[in-house]
């Protein structure tokens, strides 16, 4: 019994408190030697693991490079001014001054402290450290994906998302669906829309912010009285086409609701002008490069009323260069009379290319068709999908609005 009573005695000597006193701290050590193991490496061991880098020396510059995707240079200023340590936690603002920055100093050695953070020795004995996971970036982002006339219906057509769901108590998961349906087509709907205006109103509100602009504060109403000097206010078929490209910068959104039609026509026309742009690079890569090198003028004229100019390249790609495109500028309807700013050589080959182009939009495989009806409403990329519409017999009112691109982008982003 005194064997056994010892066994479980409370005092600091107890056989069993020393015996579970004793796993705790092997246990710690195992625990801290293996931390050790991972972060303790040296470099060319960490190159092994599975989230680590590749890191090569260049001439003032480092080549990082993660699995098989692409290396990316970086340059001594570049991580310099990009100091982790110097980033305003709260505001994930840079702090540095770039005059503080030492353009002479020598990179002496390096090493990665986790799976992201690199830290730099420089011969000025300054430590910085620089975070490499902006280069995960573009593998969280969801892909933009390019449609024909054939593709539509079964791509995007069939994603409608409903209005009751987007303003029910449990609204966000329409609405992120929503936002990655514009975000990768460039076109999402919403079906049983109250149809009126201020039906489309409300599910635009709930969805992001509509854009203050010269044609309307809120929603607007268009039928064919010719109230504006522009052809969208007639009956007449409208080739595709992005809006107001006479904006320094282009409106984001343009949302379309047929609140009523009486008689014939008036279908609305869609065309991906991504998928136009890929189209033609592939066919024509000298065309292509025609039109993303060439800035034409635009213009929006109503006399005594308003007048709107710009200027802007037909297609703009994004800072990673193609395939990743940015903006389609296309709108024959608002080029300016005057490009005398060309140069023999470049209007012919704009010309040349702009045909081309305009070949590739105006064919039925990438032309989309769809008839609009009251309580179905579109939300149009107006910097990726073109839009027109047949020509309509009776009285016909589309209400819609714009709605502002970084809103949703911003969305989208954090959904990522």
Known sequence: ????????????HCPLKNYLRKQQTLLAQSMRAGIRTVFARPLSQQARLKHTFDIKRGDRFIEVSKG???????????????????FEPKTFQRMDNIMDIDSNVELLSWELLDHNNLELNWSNEQSTVFDLSFLNKSSCEPPEVFWNSGQFE????????????????????YMDNFHRCLYKFGVAFAKNVDPSDKGTERVCEQIGVISRNYYSDKTWIVTANMEQSDTAYSNVPL???????????????????????????GETLLVDGFNIANLLYKSDPELYETLRRISINYRY????????????????????????????????????????????????????????????????????????TPGFVIFINNWRVMHGRNGFTGHRVLNG????????RGKVALLN
Not at 154 to 173: I, R
């Open 68 to 86: 098989s995707g692409r290396a990316i240079s970086l340059t001594y200023e570049y991580l310099l001014d990009n100091n982790a340590k110097t």
């Open 401 to 408: 609005c714009y709605m502002a691109r970084h809103d949703w």
């Open 239 to 265: 080739r595709t086409h992005t809006d107001t490209t006479y904006f320094d910068s282009p409106l984001g959104v343009q949302v379309f609701h047929i609140l009523s039609h009486d008689g014939t026509g």
């Open 301 to 372: 004229l109503e006399p005594g009323r308003a007048k709107f100019e710009a200027n802007g390249p037909v297609i703009v790609e994004s800072s990673k260069g193609f395939p990743f495109l940015k903006q389609i500028r296309y709108n024959d309807y608002d080029r300016d009379i005057d490009q005398s700013h060309l140069s023999v050589s470049d209007q012919r080959a704009f010309y040349k290319a702009l045909r081309k182009m305009a070949e590739l939009i105006q064919s039925k495989q990438n032309e989309v068709t769809l008839k609009l």
């Open 154 to 173: 079964d791509l995007v057509l069939s994603q409608a998302v409903d209005a009751n769901g987007l303003l029910g108590p449990y609204g966000k998961k």
């Open 1 to 12: 019994m005194a064997s056994l009573k010892a066994f479980f005695c409370p005092k600091a």
